[in-house]
């Protein structure tokens, strides 16, 4: 070969595109790219010594070697330059460099295969989404955390027929199917084994194996689909969310799929090991419970089972604190749970009671527990639960309620004896019965998914075992689940190694070939350490729990001396209850705690008895009567490991198949590959044995018969056959390895098979890759020959009768028979070689339109002299048939009688089009849509019709409505409350809303409005009837009534009412108030510690409540916490301040610590820790007498005789004598004896328990009655108790006044009580007298002391002082009520300047004599005249001022508008103040009539530009003033000038001209008025000059929007001008003529965008009045349905198939509905279709939305299948059952849609049908808009793209769409000629375009 290299190597690619190398001379081939064949980049790259070292993130990283020491240790430089040191124990895996970057799809086909290599082609490949690896037949599979597009019906299709040649990538599919067809071949059971710790995504390969053999080996019954739903049912209620899985199996799972002899799935069966219980009732932080507890609360279904729909009100849904998932839609899970139950048969019955038992469990969660009154025995809180429970349970509550607190003990020979529980027990209990419920329940559903997919013995040929359990666990706590885990991960690992291992060299052995022995190691040791008798660990603990005494503790002590000495199991010294295993994949530590418990799985007889008495015959039949105390029942070590012997004797009656999954990161990210977590799963899962047996045995072996099958084709060379002479096929394989002339000196030649390694492997496959290809290309070439000659003969048998036919056009029969003599020669070769020569093509479309044309023709003949509007559907689907056929040949008869009919049709459907618009517009009381329809009657001629009048009847009631709904507006805004006050209350009232009320539903509201506004009044009638009646305002009392109002009201749209929102707020305040801030005052009162800590924990919680209620509960919360805080502090101060004070007793701190406690204060309902101490203190401080110590120097009455001479006393102390008086000592005295008394008082309140306590109060209650007595003047008492005093040690100096005083008394009171009782009198009021009665009164009496010469004690003093007091008063008080210097009122209220001076000296004359008599109390009428002249002087000088400020004195010519210098809002609140009150004086008449008409002045000027006349009427009434003031002279100036304005502005608006309204605008900003009707005058001149450009500028570039709009505002204003005429006359042309003309000028304009929406909108018009002609079922492109159905070779009714052609189909399609030839076409079209059906769920796929996917792909990638793919898609709508897949079809359209655009021929007819779509479709009409003339995107969206694509779609709050080529953009102006501006006929350039 001239091109051939000199090496002789050349590249070569299998068929599905993978690089192999072969040499031409030497006939070597290889995978791997020779040295010849590298560049020198590449064999740089490998040179030097490359090996793996341990990296910390990587596990292996690849390094070179640069150096090696001595020592073994090797210095290593790593890619990135850093260098490492490396160990000599570190293994020496060498490293081909070129291997880091050519991954293979199998490892074993790798010769220096290590963890590092490995782990690197893991990691590589799952960063290229390739997340399945091969070892050998072990499937790797490393879960992505992501969709990927790798489980469509196309992908499933692939490797089903993955024969001969092709080389598929390492794929889930692959070993599904390797089984598949290794049961139907070898007719042998099979089993996959998928195993792997949670999140590593065995569920997912579980499901993707029962995916892939419903899709290949579907029944005739459907039995696949009940297989692939019964996995919803169990993930509801065995999987569950973990921190390192959301959808983790908590329960191992084996299913055997069984198969009949044709391979068809005929049933299957599910066994189920170790469901997880406890996490019903426990779950870890961040976890869940089973799914179905959540889907339950949140589904349709929670109400019927009494469920909250919230799962944080669940103590076993809350306790972990995660409910909700971000990728789980619980709500929509459970409704595809139900339909799967409705799949598998599940009867309303069962499946009501599996939910009420779910149910149940959470209820009994519920119940709350509590110690009882006597606190001997829990009881429950809320009953209510156990009602609930029990009857899901269909159990007695009483029954529930005793079982669950209370168990029943036998001890045999005496009677029963009930054990109540405490709370603990009690919780233990309820979670015990819990898990026992759902266990079984879990066991039935099993059970029952068993029975729907129940296994016909005599059908069942063979099966294939899936199996998915837990993997290997080793977790911080590792308990009794965790052991039984890794037990059956023991078991399993020896079943590969047996597998793996042993089968291995038997075989070698029976083959008799030479091998080496492998060594492994055998985990047998450890399965008996763990199951052996009689001492294995889970046999001991069977036998611990049959002792009464047995623990956890003893059963660890006789495991750890039964196996110490093993070299599986150590002891760990300081735990008791923990120990290790050695395990194959590591050493788990165990703790024993609970071991024997979760072994015995036992529930309390009473629980069970519970449940056996259920009236549910389910119930009562899954949970018998408690066992006889004799029986033993079986723990669940015992039922686990019979389980798995179960098990392992089925998986080793098969061929097993191994998928190991890979959890690469705890994150559950799609871009984390975690390497080292990554490498310890592999080693978990015997990874690296199975890759050592690989290299080191023969793991490719064929049956000799089997290798010549495979292998004969190496026989065929580029020359030919080679002949062939072995007479066996022994001999057969060693000929045929001769003849490939490679080294096969390692392949291995058996008694009956072929043994060989992976390097033979790959070569053996390259050199049948290399036969293949040619034996394929002569088969191909045969074939095709054979084939092509037999239908040339026949084509030219065909061909002079097509011609005929075709030549004769209008002879339909001819064309009938010239079609069916063709089909009849040509027979079946088309189907084989799809050909279909040009004269059958045109023939077909000849007849077609030949049919077409009669029978549309035949059906308007018959319909058109019928009367329009009685047929109209008739007559419409005629003319609809009619345009669709327009093109055809035809008559002129047959023509015009179409165009007839077509103008008929017409005018009826426009007649009726507005009086359906009519009808609508009336029915809804519309009365924009009522005019419009009105108007378009008159035009159509049937303005008189009954709608019409129909409709003017209801524009006259809407009118009055209006009016109605007026006044109902007003009442709503009356009587309300929407902020709170102490006055609010009294303002509510309902009464304005019953009159209107009445008179709109007398009236009867029929608008939106008026509807609205009606309900809203009448909730609240009695809302506000509710408020007003509601008690305490100002208090927190619950408003049950206005509560209850409010939860009747069933309108959102009225709770949104401002007034309602307040009540509901309000409500939720008082509920705050009276939860939070009422306890919280309480604990405060009562000073109770704990209740302010509680307290102010809950006060801290936010609330959501309305801004009124929200700041009300502020400032009540902020005053609360102040005091809360400061209460805790003064409790601890005051203790401190006790004890320091009674141990010193000093007076000052007695009285210090006693403050701090009265100011908390401390009493018998408060501070009870104070008590004692704050006792003691108070005797203490009490008995203290503040008076000097010794002896009187005189004899005297000091204490009787208080009002006589003696006044004082003389005391000799040591210090002198001291004078004290008897004033204070009396007050002493009594002071003392109160604070003794209430000390005494108190102390009997409280116990005493010190003895210096109860000295001290002995000691006090002496005192007491000393003090008492001298109080009493009971002077014998006083004696007898001084001296008892005296016996007690009490040396206090109230003990020796009382001895003093028992000498002598005296009294005179007669005067003293006079001058008290006078006065005391004193601040009585006399308000209607000049003077005082105590006046005289204390005159009186002082006279008479004098007389009785009495000393000046202190009623006397005060008698004196108070009657001088009374005498200066009267005087100041008529000094200062003089009011002469005010007689001159004119001059003075002119002069301003004056009058202040007066008004300040009368103020302060005034105030001084008002302060001297309110200092004592002095009231008369003299006081109450001074005050009212004050207030009198006040409000003048406030008129006063305000009347110097704000006026405006311009007059004719102004500097600014009146309005900008006048103020009169505090003139008016002056004067408001002034106004009511009577002046005294004739200067205050004066001035407040002044302040009047200053007012009106004012208030006129500044109204002046709205009501000018306000000015005329102020101006007149203030010539009534005594004199003309300034600001009066002023005003009457300006109103002339405004009279001027207002004339000029009237004439200009009436006549609309230009240079009128200039003028008029220019007069009033000259004299600065403005207003309204300037402002409309200004905007009239602004419109006119803005209109007149407008309207050039809109008709130039014909926009009709500003055209249209321009020319309304011009009539608004009457404005006319040639231009709008112009305007005027163009819009009055029909749509279709306006578009044309738009387009002209468009096109003129070179605006492209314009272009496309006008022509878009033509198109839709074009289609509005053809719709008929593009229904789907016409479509021109589509098969026959006599085509379709012909090519399917075998079908039982051809006439069913071709029926349903159009319509719902549940099975793919043999042939594109489509007119396509192309076999590659075909082939893509009915992949399509599979798509079609896995997306709209008609076949069930993990996920759906991959095929959305695909079937993108395959529109974007093949154009000319798109419009097929639309066609399935409507094909599939149609008539289909499932209304949800109907939804999920048109979300499909949808994806298509927003992808690409089908072609040109199918356009129209898709958008008739989007027009029909049941919602939405104007957002199907804009997808197809923008991808038709848009950009297609070159690749298909993701996954995650597509759904969140359908979900925006979908979003029920954007229901519609408009494409942005239809969006009007703004267009943009262009200069316009001259010619235009004087003639607006010359609007378009002369240029002619063409209108399409």
């Not at 009365?927 to 006259?956: D, F, P």
Request: hydrophobic share 40%.
């Amino acid at each position: 070969m001239a091109d051939t290299p000199a090496h002789g190597w050349t590249e070569r690619f299998t068929m599905d595109g993978v690089p192999y190398y072969h040499n031409v001379h030497s006939s070597a081939v290889t995978w791997d790219k020779p040295d010849e064949l590298k560049s020198a980049g590449e064999l740089e790259s490998d040179s030097g010594t490359w090996r793996w070292v341990p990296h910390d993130t990587l596990a292996w990283a690849p390094a070179r070697q640069e150096t090696v020491e001595s020592d073994g240790t090797a210095t290593c430089a790593l890619e990135n330059g850093d260098r490492v040191r490396v160990g000599k124990d570190v293994p020496m895996w060498p490293l081909l460099k070129s291997s880091l970057t050519h991954l293979e799809e199998d490892l074993v086909l790798v010769d220096n295969m290590n963890e590092g290599l490995i782990i690197h082609n893991l990691r590589e490949r799952f960063k290229r989404n390739q997340i399945y690896t091969n070892i050998g037949t072990i499937l790797v599979s490393v879960n992505p955390f992501q969709r990927l597009p790798l489980y469509t019906p196309s992908m499933i299709d692939k490797y089903f027929h993955s024969g001969g040649n092709r080389r598929l990538p390492p794929h889930v599919f692959a070993i599904a199917d390797n089984a598949y067809k290794a049961m139907v071949y070898d007719h042998k059971n099979q089993s996959i084994l998928i195993s792997g710790e949670s999140g590593a995504g065995k569920t997912e390969a579980t499901k993707q194996c029962l995916s892939f053999f419903a899709e290949v080996a579907g029944s005739e019954n459907g039995v696949e689909e009940r297989v692939i739903q019964a996995n919803p049912i169990l993930e509801a209620f065995g999987n569950a969310k973990t921190v390192r899985n959301n959808n983790s199996s908590r329960f191992g799972k084996y299913m055997e799929i069984h198969f009949n002899k044709r391979g068809k799935i005929v049933g299957a069966r599910t066994e189920n090991y170790l469901l997880e219980k406890s996490r019903v009732v426990f779950q870890a932080e961040g976890e869940r419970t089973y799914h179905i507890f959540y889907q339950l609360v949140k589904g349709n279904l929670a109400r019927r089972y009494k469920l909250k729909p919230n799962p944080e009100e669940y103590r076993y849904l809350r306790g972990s604190g995660c409910t909700a998932v971000e990728d789980i839609d619980d709500k929509a899970e459970f409704v595809d749970l139900c339909k799967a139950m409705e799949t598998l048969g599940f009867t309303e019955e069962e499946r009501d009671w599996l939910f009420s038992v779910t149910a149940a469990c959470l209820h009994i969660g519920n119940v709350e527990f509590q110690m009882n009154k006597e606190d001997t025995a829990a009881a429950i809180s809320n009953r209510r639960q156990v009602g609930i429970a029990a009857e899901l349970l269909e159990v007695k509550p009483q029954t529930l309620e005793k079982a669950l607190l209370s168990r029943t003990m036998e001890i045999p020979g005496q009677d029963p004896t009930t054990i109540p529980f405490d709370v603990a027990g009690a919780l233990e209990a309820a979670d015990a019965l819990v898990k026992a419920i759902y266990g079984t329940a879990f066991d039935w559903l099993v059970q029952r998914i068993n029975e729907s997919l129940k296994v016909d013995s005599k059908e069942s040929h063979s099966f294939i075992g899936v199996l998915d359990i837990f993997g290997f666990e080793i977790f911080e706590h590792n308990s009794f689940e965790q052991m039984c885990i890794n037990f059956a991960n023991e078991k399993l690992q020896q079943h590969f190694n047996n597998y793996t291992f042993k089968l291995e060299e038997q075989c070698y052995q029976q083959e008799r070939i030479k091998f080496d022995h492998i060594e492994f190691i055998d985990n047998q040791p450890i399965l008996d350490l763990i199951e052996k008798r009689p001492s294995g660990l889970l046999v001991l603990l069977d036998e611990e729990i049959r002792f009464p005494k047995g623990s956890d503790e003893t059963w660890c002590a006789k495991v750890k001396q039964k196996h110490e000495k093993s070299d599986h199991f150590k002891r760990v010294m300081k735990v008791d209850t923990d120990f290790i295993i050695n395990h194959y994949a590591g050493t788990v530590k165990y703790d024993a705690k609970g071991f024997l418990d979760k072994n015995k799985d036992l529930l309390y007889d009473d629980l069970q008895t519970l449940l056996s008495t259920s009236e549910n015959a389910r119930t009562k039949e899954l949970f018998p009567p408690p066992l006889d105390k004799g029986k033993k029942k079986t723990s669940l070590g015992g039922q686990f490991r019979q389980q798995l012997n179960d098990l392992m004797g089925k998986l080793n009656s098969t061929e097993p198949h191994y998928v190991r999954c890979v959890k690469p990161n705890s994150a559950k990210s799609p871009t984390e590959f975690n390497s080292v977590m990554s490498l310890e799963q592999l080693r978990y899962a015997g990874v690296f044995e199975a890759i050592a047996i690989r290299q080191q045995g023969y793991p490719f072996r064929r049956t000799h018969a089997d290798f010549v099958r495979r292998y004969r084709c190496l026989a065929l060379k580029e020359d030919g056959w080679l002949k062939l002479s072995a007479t066996s096929d022994k001999l057969l394989c060693e000929e045929l390895l001769k003849i490939s002339k490679q080294d096969f000196s390692d392949v291995q030649t058996g008694q009956s098979m072929m043994l060989y390694r992976a390097p033979e492997q790959r070569v053996m496959e390259l050199l049948r890759n290399l036969s293949l290809e040619r034996i394929a290309l002569r088969i191909q070439a045969f074939t095709r020959g054979c084939i092509a000659r037999r239908l040339h003969a026949r084509l030219v048998k065909a061909k002079p009768v097509l011609e005929a036919a075709i030549a004769a056009r209008t002879d339909l029969d001819k064309a009938e028979h010239a079609l069916e003599y063709t089909s009849d020669v040509i027979g079946p070769v088309a189907i084989v070689l799809p050909f279909e020569m040009r004269q059958v093509t045109e023939c077909k479309e000849l007849r077609r339109k030949l049919r077409e044309r009669k029978r549309v023709s035949d059906r308007l003949a018959a319909v058109f002299p019928k009367d329009p509007e009685q047929n109209f559907d008739e007559l419409s689907e005629a003319v609809a048939e009619g345009v669709a056929i327009e093109s055809y040949p035809g008559t002129p008869q047959q023509l015009k009688l179409f165009k007839d009919a077509s103008e008929k049709l017409q005018l009826t459907i426009d007649r009726r089009d507005t009086r359906a618009t009519l009808r609508s517009g009336t029915e809804a009381a519309d009365k924009h849509v009522i005019n419009a329809a009105i108007a378009r009657a008159g035009e159509l001629g049937i303005g008189s019709c009954n709608e019409v009048e129909v409709a003017k009847k209801m524009l006259a009631r809407i009118a009055k409505e209006e009016q109605v709904l007026k006044g109902l507006e007003g009442a709503l805004a009356s009587g309300r409350c929407v902020v709170w006050s102490e006055r609010a209350q009294a303002d509510i009232s309902p009464a304005p809303l019953h009159e209107q009320i009445a008179a709109a539903e007398a009236f009867g509201m029929r608008t939106a409005e008026g509807e609205l506004a009606l309900a809203t009044a009448r909730f609240l009638v009695p809302l506000r009837e509710a408020l007003a009646a509601a008690p305490e305002w100002t208090g927190d009392e619950h408003w049950s009534n206005v509560e209850a109002v409010l939860g009747e009201c069933e309108r959102e749209d009225v709770l949104e009412a401002e007034e309602v929102r307040w009540a509901a707020d309000e409500i939720a305040l008082r509920q705050r108030l009276r939860e939070v801030v009422r306890p919280l005052s309480e604990a405060l009162s009562a000073l109770s510690e704990k209740g302010i800590k509680m307290g102010l924990g809950e006060l801290e919680e936010e609330l959501e409540l309305g801004s009124d209620q929200l700041r009300r509960f502020k400032d009540r919360r902020d005053t609360l916490l102040a005091k809360s805080t400061d209460a805790l502090a003064r409790l601890t101060d005051a203790r401190e301040h006790l004890d320091t004070a009674v141990r010193g007793a000093e007076e000052s701190e007695l009285r210090g610590a006693i403050e701090k406690c009265d100011a908390l204060p401390v009493n018998s309902y408060s501070a009870a820790h104070l008590h004692q101490p704050y006792a003691v203190a108070r005797l203490l401080c009490a008995m203290k007498f503040h008076m000097p110590e010794g002896a009187r120097t005189e004899l005297g009455l000091l204490l009787d005789d208080k009002l006589a001479g003696a006044t004082a006393a003389t005391i000799d102390t040591e210090s002198g004598a001291v004078a004290v008086d008897r004033d204070a000592i009396l007050s002493e005295l009594s002071k003392q004896l109160a604070a003794i008394q209430e000390a005494v008082a108190y102390c009997g309140d409280v116990t005493l328990d010190d003895e210096h306590a109860k000295d001290t109060l002995a000691q006090a209650k002496v005192v007491m009655q000393l003090r008492q007595a001298l109080v009493d003047r009971d002077w014998a008492t006083i004696e007898s108790t001084a001296n008892r005093a005296v016996s007690l040690q009490v040396s206090s100096a109230d003990v020796q006044l009382a001895l003093d005083e028992v000498a002598g008394r005296t009294a005179a009171e007669d005067v003293v009580l006079h001058l008290t009782q006078a006065v005391a009198d004193v601040p009585t009021a006399y308000k209607d007298e000049t003077g005082h009665p105590s006046e005289g009164v204390l005159a009186s009496s002082l006279a008479q002391a004098e007389r009785l010469q009495m000393k000046d004690v202190e009623e006397i003093v005060s008698g004196r002082a108070m009657l001088d007091r009374i005498r200066t008063t009267r005087q100041a008080l008529q000094s200062a009520l003089d009011t002469s210097p005010f007689d001159d009122y004119v001059a003075l209220a002119e002069g301003y300047n004056e009058l202040y001076p007066l008004f300040d000296s009368s103020t302060a004359a005034l105030d001084a004599a008002i302060a001297a008599s309110e200092e004592f109390q002095y009231e008369t009428k003299e006081v109450v005249d001074a005050r009212l002249l004050k207030e009198e002087i006040a409000i003048l000088y406030n008129l006063l001022y305000q009347m110097q400020e704000g006026g405006y004195y311009d007059g004719a010519e102004p500097t600014c508008a009146p309005a900008d210098v006048v103020q009169n809002d505090a003139l008016i609140e002056a004067y408001t103040v002034a106004a009511p009150f009577q002046a005294r004086t004739r200067l205050g008449v004066y001035l407040i009539l002044k302040s009047y008409h200053t007012v009106q002045l004012r208030g006129a000027l500044l109204q002046v530009t709205e009501q000018w006349t306000l000015l005329e009427t102020a101006v007149s009434g203030a010539e009534g003033l005594e004199c003309e003031v300034p600001e009066m002279l002023s005003a009457r100036e300006y109103l002339g000038v405004v009279r001027r304005v207002l004339k000029h502005m009237e004439e200009a608006e009436q006549q609309v001209a230009e240079d009128l309204l200039i003028e008029a605008v220019a007069m009033a900003e000259q004299f600065f008025y403005e207003n309204e009707n300037v402002q409309r005058v200004r905007a009239l001149r602004d419109r006119v000059v803005e209109l007149n450009e407008e309207s050039r500028r809109a008709l130039w570039v014909m926009d009709k929007a500003r055209m249209e709009a321009v020319s309304a505002a011009a009539k608004d204003i009457r404005l006319t001008t040639a231009h709008f005429e112009r305007i005027d006359g163009l819009l009055s042309l029909g749509e279709e003529s306006w578009l044309k003309m738009e387009i002209k000028k468009a096109k003129e304009l070179n605006d492209v965008p314009r272009k496309i929406r006008l022509g878009v909108r033509l198109k839709v018009l074009s289609l509005e009045q053809f719709e008929s002609m593009f229904g789907f079922s016409q479509f021109k492109s589509l098969r026959s349905a006599q085509d379709f159905a012909s090519a399917k070779l075998v079908t039982l009714d051809r006439k069913k198939l071709a029926a349903g052609m159009l319509s719902f189909s549940k099975t793919p399609i043999h042939t594109s509905l489509t007119a396509m030839e192309d076999p590659l076409l075909l082939k893509e079209a009915k992949r399509a279709f599979k798509n079609v059906l896995g997306y709209m769920g008609d076949k069930k796929y993990s996920y759906p939305t991959s095929c959305a996917q695909e079937l993108v792909g395959i529109g974007l990638e093949f154009p000319d299948v798109r419009t097929e793919i639309y066609c399935q898609i409507i094909k599939q709508i149609t008539d289909h059952p499932v209304i949800e897949n109907k939804m999920r079809g048109w979300d499909l359209l949808a994806i298509c849609t927003w992808q690409f655009p089908p072609n040109a021929d199918m356009d129209n007819v898709l958008e008739v049908y989007l027009r029909n779509a049941p919602q939405r479709s104007s957002k199907y009409i804009a997808n197809l808009r923008d991808v038709t003339f848009g950009t297609i995107r070159p690749t298909a969206p993701s996954a995650d793209e597509i759904d969140a694509y359908v979900s925006a779609f979908n979003n029920p709050m954007e229901p519609t769409r408009t494409s942005e080529f239809e969006v009007p953009k703004p267009i943009a102006d262009a200069p316009y000629t001259d010619a235009f501006v004087a003639d607006p006929q010359e609007m378009f350039l002369e240029t002619e375009i063409e209108i399409k």
